[in-house]
């Protein structure tokens, strides 16, 4: 498993819900606590205001399912299928990511501060609207990706690549140049301004 960073260990659970005990399609202002989800199938799934509080889920399937207003709080994603899944105004503050696959991944406002998604592959991912202030993409692979009006202040970047990315309306304040690869990205003209001061040029 990924290291989760300052040394944050991974949640201690109190009880274990596989595959075969869970046979719903849509939950609406639910509450789990140290709960883990093991090779659950909750791809289609409807969660309308769920909290989950140091949660791990391990294989489990997201796929095609919509979370709106719900909280994934300190909670551990294990090799996980996020397929055709949508967060919407979603709190995943502090929740780790390990593997796993995020094709057409969409995630629209809310708060992912603090989460750690190292080395991920989110090149057809996008993040619009979103804070993802301290937000750990150190190597994640976000060629062609959409981060557009997200908030990266104190995200750790070192070895990221953007590449083509849309990143339009974006906190680079924090961005190191030298550290990201930039090809081809699409930016406004006050973030190049940020970027060239970040590589210490002096404008005018």
Known sequence: MAERRRGIPTPQTDRTVRD???TVNEIAGEQYERTEFADVDMAGLANR????TGCVFRGVEFNASEHTGAAFVNCVFVRCEFFDATFTDCKLVGSMFDGGSY????VVGGDWSFAGMPGLDLRRASFSGVRMHDVDLTGARCQGAEFAGVDLSDAWLHGADFTKA???GSDLSGIDPTSVALAGA???PEQAITIAM???LRIG
Do not use: M, N
């Open 103 to 106: 094709d057409l991944l969409k």
């Open 186 to 188: 699409r930016i406004e």
């Open 49 to 52: 205001g769920c909290t989950f």
């Open 198 to 200: 970040a590589l210490g």
């Open 166 to 168: 849309d990143l339009r």
């Open 20 to 22: 075969r005990d869970w």
